[in-house]
């Protein structure tokens, strides 16, 4: 058991120019209180956490609560996001404003929404933003649809991971196309993470069975009935569905049944 918590702690993986152990990144929203927020994403063992600038106060309004209080940016990896923005030209400068509040901070997740009720990426928009943060020096981290054309796309123009949705945000549903999240797995060469739709621990592992690099999700933690023990049962997951990953599974051979014991000199069987 040692070995294998050593063996996870060593499979380190990089964003842009900074390299992580772990491989659940979770949001900062929809939680009861600040220090149920802390609770459950220390529970996680998250390194990477969300934070929509339009909605959660990072310093942007004085005399308010601000996460960083609660969330230490010495201790957490913070990825600013544009939840909220349905043009690019929002996107970009909701981004700009996290890097100004962050003294300088690159790393951000970019997300533009096509309308209020699905909240499916808009990838025209998205094309276009992440192009001009690009640009403008920034690691940027896309959500994005499940369309492994745009996904290329996205990885051509300098994006430093890829975060297909495995299907709406908040719906819980889980990955419901694994095959086109597989198409964008086989051409990528940035991380490709799974974003948005995760329900419950089983879905994440299964996204990390699938090769995803690693996992993103708020609602899913936030909105259980015990975020806290949630965001633990998150947190096995994803490392289950690695160690399943690396380890290898089994091929699957339909109609063809092997016993699990051996079948050589059973009493009564022909030697």
């Not at 659940?24 to 996680?44: D, F, P």
């Not at 970009?92 to 990426?121: A, F, I, M, Q």
Request: with cysteine.
């Amino acid at each position: 058991m040692q070995a294998v918590q050593e063996q996870l702690k060593a499979d380190e993986w990089k964003i842009g120019t900074r390299t992580f152990s772990s491989r659940l990144l979770v949001g900062t929203g929809k939680y009861a209180s600040m220090e149920q927020t802390r609770e459950a994403i220390e529970a996680s063992g998250s390194q990477i956490v969300t934070v929509a600038i339009r909605r959660t106060n990072i310093g942007q309004t004085a005399g308010e609560p601000s996460l960083l209080d609660y969330i230490p940016p010495s201790k957490y990896a913070y990825l600013p996001n544009s939840a909220g923005c349905y043009t690019a030209k929002d996107a970009v400068r909701t981004l700009r404003l996290g890097r100004e509040l962050l003294d300088g901070h690159n790393l951000c997740k970019l997300e533009v929404l096509g309308d209020p009720e699905s909240l499916y990426p808009n990838m025209e928009d998205t094309l276009i933003a992440a192009k001009e943060l690009v640009q403008d020096g920034f690691e940027v981290m896309v959500y994005c649809s499940d369309d492994p054309i745009y996904a290329q796309k996205l990885e051509d123009v300098g994006c430093v991971a890829i975060m297909p949705l495995a299907s709406l945000i908040g719906s819980g549903m889980g990955i419901l196309n694994p095959w086109n999240i597989n198409l964008i797995l086989q051409k990528a060469k940035v991380p490709v993470i799974v974003d948005a739709g995760v329900g419950t621990a089983s879905d994440a592992t299964i996204a990390m069975e699938l090769g995803c690099h690693g996992v993103l999700m708020n609602t899913a933690i936030a909105k259980a009935q015990d975020p806290v023990k949630m965001a633990h049962a998150m947190r096995l997951g994803v490392e289950s569905g690695r160690l399943a990953y690396l380890a290898g599974r089994m091929p699957r051979k339909f109609y063809s049944a092997s016993p699990s014991s051996p079948t050589t000199g059973i009493i009564g069987s022909a030697s």
